[in-house]
């Protein structure tokens, strides 16, 4: 029974991660919907500080979607393996490019399309092979976890390595080096995710009759993820006003859901009983996302014409483009002389010659 159990709870957590990817990618949408629909009114724009999308409903409905969206994905730990459900976000960003090309009009080029085929079948292929058995499943075995001296090492990395980019790559590296930032954000979301899971956990504790807001553990992963987060939207914030947002949004998805599937293998265990198939498994289809999201990031603004064909590819067009050309004109090679004007001309000049020498 513990068996079926954990598959549900599994299928349960990849169904809320899905949902969540599609609220959260719907929401951009709404947002955008609402600020253009109050810029063709000539209100004054958010970007130039004005406050009227407070009364547009289409925000509001793109605010309430983004919450359902977030409140999904911090379900979705308690149920399934973070190694699962931190790649599966990638997805909110392919359903924001396909709908945005529906309804914003906004061009999905070729590469945008294979970028999105691609994160489609790498989040198939870790939903495949992720690990589908639960390492933690109460607070006491979370506790048990957080003891760990393998844990404890990485999260002393982890505090020291980012005091370090803080205060001292930062002052010098931060508005020149897009990783200096993104790092910190990446860092520290790993301790984050722990902590949402751990609350997961008391939450699915709480709901259960439990009485687990007697115990500390659970106050203390609340606060711990107040303050991871705080840290994370203060610098990314900071890596988004300096760079190209096209260029911190791919680093930020890998170098985060790297540190997290990091910090889920050693403080979860969530590799040690998977087979040699399922780890080359999850980690193909991670990497395929990460194509799959450069892809639909790095060349979103470059428009796919005939011209960016290689030599070879145009050669074969233009014979392409004559061969249906000349289709039209209803000729085909079995019709065509074998031989032009001038060589038909040649060779009966040839015959009457050789008729001349024959008389004589």
Known sequence: MEGVSGRYDFYIGVGLALSSSVFIGGSFILKKKGLLKLASRGSIRAGQGGHAYLREWLWWAGLLSMGVGEAA??????????????????????????LSSYFLNEQL????KIGCILSILGSTMMVIHAPQGEEVSSLESMAEKLKDPGFIAFAVCVLVSSILLIFVAGPRYGQSNVLVYVLVCSAIGSLSVSCVKGLGITLKELFAGKQVLKEPLGWILLIGLVICISIQINYLNKALD????????PIYYVLFTMAVMTCSAILFKEWQHMALDNIIGTISGFLTIVTGIFLLHAFRDIPFTPDLL?????????????????????????HQPLLGPEDIHKGSQSVEEEEESESV
């Open 310 to 334: 290689p030599l070879f590819l145009k050669q074969g067009r233009a014979d392409l483009h004559a061969t249906w050309k000349g289709a039209d004109r209803h000729q085909s090679c079995v």
């Open 242 to 249: 300096i760079f190209n947002t096209s260029v911190v949004t």
């Open 73 to 98: 994905n911090f379900a979705a730990y308690a149920f399934a393996p973070a190694t699962l459900v931190t790649p599966l976000g990638a997805l909110s960003v392919l359903v924001s490019a396909v």
């Open 109 to 112: 080029n070729v590469h945008g």
